[in-house]
């Protein structure tokens, strides 16, 4: 008896699974979690990259960039600073890597300054303004004052 019951119930679970159809699946696809928006790493900006000059000394560029993400006692002149920035549920990830190099104690190169977006893009990604419609509002309001 006490096995019909076991073999009836795991029937009657088994066939709760093939009433699992293709509206249920949009159903329970929709149906996602919050997930955050993750943002990691030095930030910098391309207005911050531009103040960069051959010859600053390591401190100035403390001062102007803040501590490096990355210094490796093996590479001693070489300063990263690393970008890791992940929009909450898309899976658009945008990674920035700027790379300074110093000869004693004064800056002599620097790569990736390039492709750095500029602190009104960030914030527009991060307010989730993917057209960028506040970020050129903010900017026109602070080139007309």
């Given amino acids: ?74 590479h001693a002149d070489r300063w990263d600073y690393l970008f890791y920035f992940k929009r909450g549920s898309t899976a658009v990830v945008q990674q920035r890597d700027l790379v300074l190099t110093f000869s004693g104690d004064r800056l002599t190169s620097w790569t990736g300054a390039e492709n750095l977006p500029s602190e009104l893009d960030l914030l527009a990604d991060i307010d989730g303004d993917r057209g960028g419609k506040k970020a050129k509002a903010a900017a026109a309001a602070r080139a007309a004052s």
């Fill in 1 to 74: 008896m006490r096995s019909a019951i076991i073999a009836a119930a795991a029937v009657a679970a088994l066939a709760g699974c093939s009433s699992y159809d293709s509206v249920t699946q949009r159903i329970a696809q929709s149906i996602t979690p919050y997930r955050i928006t993750v943002v990691q790493g030095n930030f910098v900006s391309q207005e911050k990259a531009a103040q960069l000059q051959a010859g600053m000394t390591r401190e100035q560029v403390r001062a102007l960039l803040g501590t490096p993400l990355l210094t490796d006692m093996f």
